[in-house]
């Protein structure tokens, strides 16, 4: 059976979210777990749990919380106990060397040492990225690994790289985001041959930052070397509509994407229910209505894929979102699952270094 | 009576969306037009509105289209003939240079001669800004020209900047974008203290890239001097929540932040019509949320806010969207107008000197 790591007292609503989350996901994944943290903090949420017999959580609807039946006995897990915590705005490196007994840091040794096949962490991005680097190492050939986040469209998957881990990039790193894009979009998301694109801004070639402009010809002749499928610029607005299947970008832009995507989407369903409550006829639509956009929110709902992968370290690091929820943590360590057995880093390997 | 300039030959529904949009604006907002472009192609759309005395438009709502009624002798406009257009693919210092007889070009020069107080083109951007720096010239001391963005929120209005004219930018340009914002938002938005903050990832200081980090120390003295209030780092999903009235970025950043929105927002709406269409229940009740959704998406339509203001020239410059229709068009000489006799040059003159 395979086991996952997990940083317990990372993110808003730790312990409790997160080690209720992936209790119930090793009871629906069949998967093991060793939570890492504060014992007595990590005890007491499972003694709660226990006596229980079941987590409530509203499954990304932000509806009325519904009761998932636990059975804690039939659960493989272990605590190690860390008794540390690394908050979220602490200088990232000094606090990966200072805390060795963090339970970020603790958690990826666990699959350093090989106790465990993945690390699923929703503490500091920052912190959890450093961690594993710095426990697991890069892959070989790897300047800097990645964030690889898998956004919903209306057909596939794109996949988004770098979604933050590197604020600053060299056209170098970002055509390795492009071997490793599409080592992922292939091997798990299942796109037979993925179609490479690069965040910018105007669509035709010369359109773009300083960065674009060096980017853009390394993976024209990436392209011509039939190592990758190249189809140019990608503007903001056609992140949705699959001309491609993998989009490159520097952290920071990539970051913005996404937390652009989050704010939108938000603001308007605010504003659909805002406007349905402006009269009584309005009201009696929206209720019928409602279940319609409880739909909408929950193909959306970043809570639903959880979380993103740290790409180019040698193993597997799951980030999820600071605030996740029991439902959004559970759908993290899904998002660990999903990967295991893949090779997906031996992908990127050779994808790398051919 | 003010007088725009309009470049009649720009956008991709150039003449006939243009000029309808023109002549439909002078008439509701009563100001003159000098119409710039090939003189018969412009002759052509006028006499086609003069004959049915009406124009059709969708008003945004991107349903049925309505007639709007044109007293064309009741119009003050002139035409000027301009025998060049430069297209959105062509490189933009060279075609101002070469092609002087340009719409865009002899539009601005109508501004630069003090014939109109305004000018307006749906043209490619980067000719239209770069037309418009060479013939009005920088306000002393602006190192930069930007472009300021109206951002629709549940409450004001938030201004962005820069909303694409520089897609590389130093630490310094940013301060002088928040001293435009500032202007923008007290003078044309109406905000009496704006607040400003800086588009980056993670909220707290320290958190960005090395442009952020770099600019963020400058605007935190400007803040201590008060000259601005400064708020810090915003995130990209906190864009349309209020948190701040002015968001400084570089252009690269803020036009995939802005292209982003227009594309979540679609994709949004799209999926809502298409759940709406999954069963006939659904058929019916999607029926009748209808106006309700359309009302939010004339909120949040682009072609309501029609243009964006280049910031920092001498004289007022609006860049409206390369595929702006008849409806967007005349939204954009409205943006020109709402600035008029506001004398927000002068302002950030003194905002950027003193």
Redesign the interface.
Known sequence: MARIAIDAMGGDYAPRAIVEGSIWAAQEYGVGLELVGREDEIKAVLEKVRKRGFILSDCGTKGHKRKIKIDLDKIDYTITHASEVIG??E?VGQSIRKKKDSSIVASVRAVAEGRCEAVVSAGSTGAAMAASLFGLGRIHGVTRPAIAVTIP??KDPVVLIDG?AN??CTAEMLTQFAEMGVAYSKHIVGIENPKVGI?S?GE?E?K???L?KETYPLLKEMHEQGRITFVGNI???????NKCDVVVC????G??????????????????S???K?DIV?CI??L??KP??R??LK??NWEVFGGMLLLGVKGISVIAHGRSSTYAMKNAVRAAVRVLNKDINSKIAENINR
Chains 1, 2 share one sequence.
Not at 235 to 241: Q, R
Not at 250 to 253: L, R, V
Not at 255 to 272: C, D, P, Q, R, W
Request: negative net charge; without cysteine.
């Open positions: 979220m705005g200088a469209t209306m933050g604020s600053d965040l801004i035709e010369g773009g930052n300083a674009v503007e903001g607005k056609e992140l949705f509509v520097d952290g920071f832009a970051n913005v994407a996404l937390k652009v995507t989050e704010g939108t989407a938000s603001m308007l369903l605010k504003m659909i805002s406007e349905f402006s309005g639509i929206g019928m209505a319609f956009l739909r909408i193909k959306i």
